[in-house]
């Protein structure tokens, strides 16, 4: 045999280079990576902040859900105008319904409460929810991103003051425009935030 010719007991194994790291070279890199990370957690704080504070719109739309499949057909058209009402005093921030009432955040008890009735005392709610059918029929519209129609006031005040058998000589195709009209406005009225 000639000892020249190379054998695998000669072989050695070659040193791999040291491993990459991935944490960034430079204080730049840090810097983005410090934004990025106060930027996820800003934008995670605003859908929490906003989610609490349509709390009372999502409990409203079970409410409404729960109405529209009732088979007590007179209650459920008597409840509505009332849940509209309790809709617009919870909105929060400016509270533009009420100008002696507290601004209603989320440590206030739910809109969907009944327990509590207001004392003689305690002044009752002032502005478009309190007042007649023009006002609050403006106060519907300039909350609301789509046209509603222009009795919508007037048929609200019907399903609150009109005799029952009126309430029940209703055509279901308008007591169904009637829950989808006050759905949507529940979902996509303005919020002055």
Same mark, same amino acid.
């Given at each position: 045999?000639? =000892?020249?010719?190379?054998?695998?007991?000669?072989?050695?194994?070659?040193?791999?280079?040291?491993?990459?790291?991935?944490?960034?070279?430079?204080?730049? #890199?840090?810097?983005?990576?410090?934004?990025?990370?106060?930027?996820?957690?800003?934008?995670?704080?605003?859908?929490?902040?906003? #989610?609490? /504070?349509?709390? *009372?719109?999502? &409990?409203?739309?079970?409410?409404?859900?729960?109405?529209?499949?009732?088979?007590?057909?007179?209650?459920?058209?008597?409840?509505?105008? &009332?849940?509209?009402? /309790?809709?617009?005093?919870?909105?929060?921030?400016?509270? =533009?319904?009420?100008?002696?009432?507290?601004?209603?955040?989320?440590?206030?008890?739910?809109?969907? $409460?009944?327990?509590?009735?207001? $004392?003689?005392?305690?002044?009752?709610?002032?502005?478009?929810?309190?007042?007649?059918?023009?006002? #609050?029929?403006?106060?519907?519209?300039?909350?609301?991103?789509?046209?509603?129609?222009?009795?919508?006031?007037?048929?609200?005040?019907?399903?609150? *003051?009109? =005799?029952?058998?009126?309430?029940?000589?209703? =055509?279901?195709?308008?007591?169904?425009?009637?829950?989808?009209?006050?759905? *949507?406005?529940?979902?996509?009225?303005?919020?002055?935030?």
């Amino acid at each position: 045999m000639n =000892p020249n010719v190379p054998s695998i007991e000669q072989l050695k194994e070659i040193g791999l280079p040291a491993a990459v790291s991935y944490a960034p070279q430079t204080w730049g #890199w840090w810097v983005l990576l410090a934004l990025l990370v106060i930027t996820v957690l800003l934008i995670g704080a605003r859908r929490y902040w906003q #989610w609490r /504070r349509d709390r *009372y719109r999502r &409990e409203a739309l079970v409410r409404l859900a729960e109405l529209q499949n009732s088979e007590d057909r007179l209650s459920a058209l008597r409840e509505l105008p &009332e849940l509209l009402k /309790r809709v617009a005093i919870s909105m929060p921030a400016a509270n =533009p319904v009420g100008a002696g009432l507290p601004a209603m955040g989320a440590s206030h008890s739910t809109i969907m $409460s009944t327990e509590r009735t207001p $004392s003689r005392a305690s002044p009752l709610p002032q502005g478009p929810a309190a007042s007649g059918k023009a006002d #609050w029929q403006a106060f519907l519209e300039q909350h609301s991103s789509h046209p509603l129609p222009a009795d919508f006031s007037q048929q609200l005040a019907q399903l609150a *003051y009109a =005799p029952d058998a009126t309430l029940l000589a209703l =055509p279901e195709t308008q007591r169904q425009h009637l829950f989808t009209t006050c759905k *949507y406005w529940v979902e996509h009225h303005h919020v002055a935030a």
